[in-house]
């Protein structure tokens, strides 16, 4: 197992875990015969290793392989690599391995689309560089993938960062004009993902994801009920020593969730992610914030023009107050090819 990376608070003899992931995709233009499962598990583990953590778990579909780690998650499909790593990792150090795998080994030949997101880390000043601050991470994917792009959105506290190769929709210029080229050729291929990114958590909840309280993960993720969120999925679960827990999700098509907890008090964070096409995300998300009882959080939604989930802005407008939640910021971006949008929610005060 990697290095815990948990760093001890003297001052309330507590421990701090950065439960807040990096996350970084990587979409390949297609290309017949490539794929990025021809990369072999040996060979993700030094790429692993680059990033300080480990695989302690494997699943897949039909579309996707799934890994569990000792940080987070890892998802490998076709022509898309996910890679959502927490605590003191640095994901940005592997990314020109990982490209020197998709040309040599998976036969891919270009990057199509690249997104690398955070939200503000509760302690930036202990992240390892690149990931001390974003600057220094978008000149690292600069330097990687030419002129990308760089956003922030929300206050300061409660930011979230976001850098892409998309450009702004009306935005002119060569890149723009590829993409067009690309996705011209291409059968369209439909794309939305759900981000609740949680903190300060209800504790009874977080209690569940402890050895203390729960024998294993499998039943950490029944009395939570972490398994009826998006039902039908095959669910690969982990807890941790003495506490912590993270799952994948995968089911037919290429769908997946992950939801990775970090429960202690001082710290509690818990991130869940999916790409089920759903058509609204009532049920997903009141069914999540009535799971894990967060004080706060940040919600994102990334979908092309064609995907089912085509109306989270009137959604996000109506969820002023959401099951007892305020909507204290709301931004919303149209890239080409994708929209995005973003919003953090308070808990009203009971
Ligand atoms: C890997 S998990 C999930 C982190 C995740 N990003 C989240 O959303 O909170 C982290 C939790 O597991 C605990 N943990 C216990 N042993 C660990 C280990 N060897 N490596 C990483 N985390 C460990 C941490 O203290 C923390 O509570």
């Given at each position: 197992?990697?290095?815990?990376?948990?760093?001890?608070?003297?001052?309330?003899?507590?421990?701090?875990?950065?439960?807040?992931?990096?996350?970084?995709?990587?979409?390949?233009?297609?290309?017949?015969?490539?794929?990025?499962?021809k990369i072999t598990r040996q060979q993700w583990e030094n790429v692993l290793k680059i990033v300080r953590c480990e695989i302690i778990s494997f699943t897949q579909?039909?579309?996707?392989?799934?890994?569990?780690?000792?940080?987070?998650?890892?998802f490998v499909s076709r022509r898309r690599w996910i890679l959502k790593t927490c605590g003191r990792t640095t994901p940005l150090r592997c990314v020109r391995a990982v490209l020197a795998l998709a040309y040599e080994t998976a036969g891919h030949t270009r990057v199509q689309n690249v997104f690398y997101s955070r939200r503000e880390f509760a302690r930036p000043e202990a992240q390892l560089k690149p990931h001390d601050?974003?600057?220094?991470?978008?000149?690292?994917?600069?330097s990687f993938f030419g002129?990308?792009?760089?956003?922030?959105?929300?206050?300061?506290?409660?930011?979230?960062?976001?850098?892409?190769l998309?450009?702004?929709?009306?935005?002119?210029?060569?890149?723009?004009?590829?993409?067009r080229e690309v996705t011209d050729r291409e059968v369209p291929e439909p794309d939305q993902t759900i981000e609740i990114?949680?903190?300060?958590?209800?504790?009874?909840?977080?209690?569940?994801?402890?050895?203390?309280?729960?024998?294993?993960?499998?039943?950490?993720?029944?009395?939570?009920?972490?398994?009826?969120?998006?039902?039908?999925?095959?669910?690969?679960?982990?807890?941790?020593?003495?506490?912590?827990?993270?799952?994948?999700?995968?089911?037919?098509?290429?769908?997946?969730?992950t939801i990775?907890?970090?429960?202690?008090?001082?710290?509690?964070?818990?991130?869940?992610?999916?790409?089920?096409?759903?058509?609204?995300?009532d049920r997903v998300l009141r069914a999540v914030l009535a799971a894990f009882?967060?004080?706060?959080?940040?919600?994102?939604i990334f979908h092309t023009p064609d995907a089912p989930g085509t109306e989270p802005l009137p959604e996000l407008k109506a969820y002023h107050s959401l099951s007892g939640f305020e909507q204290k910021e709301a931004q919303h971006c149209r890239f080409s090819g994708y929209e995005l949008h973003y919003a953090l929610y308070n808990k009203f005060p009971s």
């Open positions: 197992m990697a290095e815990t990376e948990i760093i001890s608070n003297s001052d309330k003899n507590e421990q701090f875990f950065e439960g807040v992931e990096k996350l970084i995709e990587i979409w390949f233009t297609p290309v017949q015969h490539a794929d990025l499962r579909s039909d579309q996707v392989d799934a890994y569990v780690l000792s940080e987070s998650s890892m601050n974003f600057d220094s991470e978008v000149e690292l994917l600069d002129d990308g792009r760089a956003y922030i959105m929300g206050p300061e506290k409660d930011c979230w960062y976001l850098y892409t998309l450009p702004l929709e009306g935005t002119v210029d060569a890149l723009e004009k590829e993409q990114l949680m903190s300060e958590l209800d504790p009874t909840v977080m209690d569940i994801f402890t050895r203390a309280n729960s024998a294993d993960s499998a039943q950490a993720t029944k009395a939570s009920g972490i398994d009826q969120i998006i039902p039908g999925m095959v669910i690969d679960d982990y807890l941790f020593d003495p506490c912590g827990y993270s799952m994948n999700g995968v089911a037919k098509d290429g769908y997946y969730m990775h907890i970090t429960p202690e008090r001082s710290c509690s964070y818990v991130s869940f992610e999916s790409n089920v096409p759903v058509e609204r995300y009882r967060p004080a706060k959080f940040i919600l994102t």
